[in-house]
Every structure is written in C-alpha cells, then in structure tokens.
C-alpha cells in the first residue's frame, strides 16, 4: 500500500472510532440516567462529544486525499440510486450534521435534555448506516475475500470495539482537565467513568471474541472458494500469517489491560492521573491490532478478471 492507498485504513478507522464511541457515550448516558441525572450528565460528556465530531471531521478530509481530485467529491452523490460510495456519503454527511446539531444543543441550550437524546440516537443512526454503506462498497464478486457478509460484521464489531475501548482514554482525559479547572462538573464526571469502567471492560471481552470468530469464518470461506480465494489464503496464511496473530494477540492484551484497569478501580484505586496511562495502553493496543486488520484486508484480496 502506498501513502495515499493509507488514507482509506485511516478514514475508515476513525469513522468506527467516532459512530462506535459516541453509541457507548449513550448507552453510558441511557444505564446511568436515574442515578447521576441527564442534566448533570450532559454538561459532563459535552467535550468528549465535541472530540467525537472533530474525528469525523478529521476522518472525513482524510478520505479526500484518496481521490485525484478532491473537490469534485461532492459529485459522489449524484448516483444514491445505484452507488453504496454515494450513500456512504451521505450517511457520513447526515452523521455530521446531526452530532454537529447535538454538540451545539450541549454547548448552548439549556434544559434540552430530550433534544439531546433524540439528536445523539439521530446521529448514532447515521453513523450505524455510514458504516454498513461503507463496508457494502467492497461486497464485490470480482473480490471473493471481501464478498461476503463477513465484512459487513467485521466493519460493525471494529465500531464497537474500538467505542468501548475509546471511551476510557477521552474521558479520564476530560476528567484531568475538568479536576485541573476546577469545574463543577469534575465529580459526575469521575462517578460517571467509574460506574461504566467494568461494563466497558466486560463487554470488550465477547467483541473480542466475536471478531476473532469472523477471522476465523473468512478464512475458513477462503478454503472452498475459486483460485482467486486460494490466493488469498495464500498470502493470509503465508507472508501475512505474522502480522495476521499479530493482530489477535495485540487485541487480546488490550482488552485483558482494560480488564485490569477495571479491577483496580473496583479495589477501590481509582486514581485518574494513574489510570490514563493504563487505558491508553489497552486503546492503542487495540488500535494498532485494528490497523493490521485493516492492512490485511487491502493487502490480500485478489480480483477475478480485469
């Protein structure tokens, strides 16, 4: 892959990133509502939703620099009748506009606590459609190692994973600089990430799990399929096969790193200064395990005929 091809890993891992973080910020939001309260809650998460747009936003120019001529772009959603290019586009711009919406409703309207809800579950909508649109443009039978329904699965567990994974990093970072402000907010925020730790922690477990299974599935299609899926295979479990366990071990320690991050806050350690380092770690082994799967998936497919 050359360094423009690398835009594409880097566009697509920050679109999971931002859908996948801001659905757990309101999962987060829905569990916690009757203890901590909507208005203190949202006056709590409104920096971390403000990083979420900015990383789509960042995701979105990234894109721009895979085309020959970016400023033509917006012709992409000419075709919404027959291109899942065109409607990832738009599903992108909808997500946009939406969080934008919401993160404005957080800044600057006071009480709009059920504006907030229907704005973030609008914008987590989109977000959820970006990424199905964005994993069909590659269910090609001209590509047997991404024509299947895998790819689909495996675009919408990465935006899980990499949520819940997230999640822990921005907002221990937001609670140091809330505590270093002395804002009002410092102590729902620092209930609010200790309260979620474990049940990010548990639920990275079976997302792990479940992405290793869809690994273990496309190989497994790969076996039975036509000469261009041998190749595949060929190049998974012969060049690639390093980088490929690689990518299962990196995700299985960082999960487990989470794992004992959440135990240290339950025996009663949580020290936010301290426990940043061990939630960036857990993050950016993920990440990294992430964009190894992402550079297998363009590195090993094999196109059928011209």
Avoid at 83 to 89: A, G, K, N, Q, T
Avoid at 183 to 197: G, I, Y
Avoid at 221 to 233: E, I, K, P, V
Avoid at 245 to 272: D, E, H, Y
Wanted: proline content about 3%; some cysteine.
């Amino acid at each position: 892959m050359n360094i423009r091809e690398w835009t594409l890993p880097v566009y697509t891992i920050l679109t999971q990133l931002s859908v996948g973080a801001l659905f757990v910020i309101w999962v987060i939001r829905m569990l916690t509502a009757a203890k901590l309260g909507l208005a203190k809650i949202d006056q709590s998460i409104r920096i971390t939703v403000l990083i979420l747009l900015l990383t789509m936003i960042v995701a979105i120019i990234f894109a721009h620099f895979h085309l020959s001529r970016p400023y033509l772009s917006f012709l992409a959603l000419r075709n919404l009748s027959s291109s899942w290019l065109s409607r990832e586009l738009l599903a992108n711009l909808l997500y946009i506009l939406s969080a934008g919406l919401l993160v404005f409703t957080l800044w600057f309207v006071q009480g709009g606590q059920n504006l907030v809800t229907v704005l973030g579950w609008v914008a987590i909508a989109a977000g959820v459609v970006t990424e199905y649109c964005m994993a069909k443009i590659y269910v090609l039978p001209s590509q047997p190692y991404w024509n299947s329904n895998f790819t689909s699965f495996s675009f919408l567990v990465t935006t899980c994973l990499l949520g819940v994974l997230t999640i822990p990093v921005i907002f221990m970072m937001d609670l140091i600089f809330q505590k270093s402000q002395a804002r009002e907010t410092q102590a729902v925020h620092a209930e609010l990430l200790e309260l979620s730790l474990g049940r990010l922690a548990i639920a990275a477990i079976p997302l792990c799990i479940l992405m290793a299974m869809i690994n273990y599935f496309q190989i497994a299609d790969l076996l039975t399929g036509t000469s261009a899926a041998q190749a595949s295979l060929n190049l998974l479990l012969n060049i690639y096969q390093p980088l490929l366990i690689m990518r299962l071990i990196l995700s299985f320690i960082g999960v487990g790193w989470l794992g004992v991050t959440a135990m240290k806050v339950n025996q009663n350690k949580f020290v936010p200064d301290g426990l940043l380092l061990n939630s960036f770690i857990a993050c950016l082994l993920v990440m990294v395990a992430e964009i190894l799967g992402r550079f297998l998936f363009y590195a090993i497919h094999v196109r059928i005929g011209i």
